[in-house]
């Protein structure tokens, strides 16, 4: 299958501070990428859809302004978490398709912890 | 009612046996029907993709999605310790975004 990259996989940030996390695709041009959210033991949580050059679509409860997203090229789509707090720590995954309707390939995922 | 209905286990079973994973969904227009592998604290590993009615199999797993039940399935045969994992359907209309099933723990007993 298609190889998504996510980096960093661990992170720990003091509160107030904003993170950048990365998704890249390796093998192949993603039109769309998108951006989950997974709490321990649940389902896979979805935060925005981001097509290339265009501004991220969020979800009914996703602050935009904390979760700034930009996808600038068609292989790499970035997730900022701005201002931190220890609520945000989660487990944040991308996923990225080249077409629609075809199948998406998720990154190994980013713990984010908070302190 | 959930657009996707899974039953989120834990399904115990022994080194061997055939395993059986299953989704219910209500809106007829899905007609892109995935599986994922998710091992603890990493990302999905995409399974199995397919597109409307039928079966696929590819290697220990087979893929079946029957559209007038709004029934899929995974099946894993001779199964492994390391089949054990939580395992995540999803599915996708025309021109959607993809709607994830809540995810199966299973364990394979050795």
């Known amino acids: 299958g298609a190889v998504v990259s996510q980096h960093p996989s661990r992170v720990i940030c003091k509160s107030g501070t904003s993170v950048k996390i990365e998704c890249r695709s390796l093998d192949f041009q993603a039109t769309t990428m998108f951006w989950y959210r997974q709490f321990p033991k649940k389902s896979l949580m979805l935060m925005a859809t981001?097509?290339?050059?265009?501004?991220?679509?969020?979800e009914q409860g996703v602050e935009k302004d904390k979760f700034l997203i930009n996808h600038a090229s068609l292989t790499l789509s970035t997730l900022t978490v701005t201002s931190a707090h220890p609520e945000d720590s989660s487990f944040y995954i991308c996923?990225?398709?080249?077409?629609?309707?075809?199948?998406?390939?998720f990154g190994q995922g980013t713990r984010l912890t908070v302190v | 009612q959930k657009e996707v209905e899974q039953d989120p286990g834990p399904l115990s079973v022994p080194e061997g046996a055939i395993v059986s994973l299953n989704c219910t969904y209500s809106n007829s227009a899905f007609q892109y029907f995935m599986w994922y592998r998710q091992y603890s604290r990493k990302g999905p590993e995409l399974l199995m993709y397919?597109?409307?009615?039928g079966n696929k199999e590819d290697g220990r797993f087979t893929a079946q999605v029957d559209k007038s039940s709004k029934y899929i399935s995974l099946f894993i045969r001779d199964s492994q310790p390391s089949d054990s994992a939580t395992y995540l359907c999803a599915m996708m209309a025309r021109a959607s975004k993809i709607i994830f099933g809540s995810g199966t723990r299973l364990s394979i007993r050795p």
């Open positions: 981001s097509n290339e050059g265009s501004k991220a679509t969020y």
């Open positions: 397919t597109y409307s009615s």
């Open positions: 996923s990225a398709r080249e077409r629609e309707n075809t199948e998406a390939f």
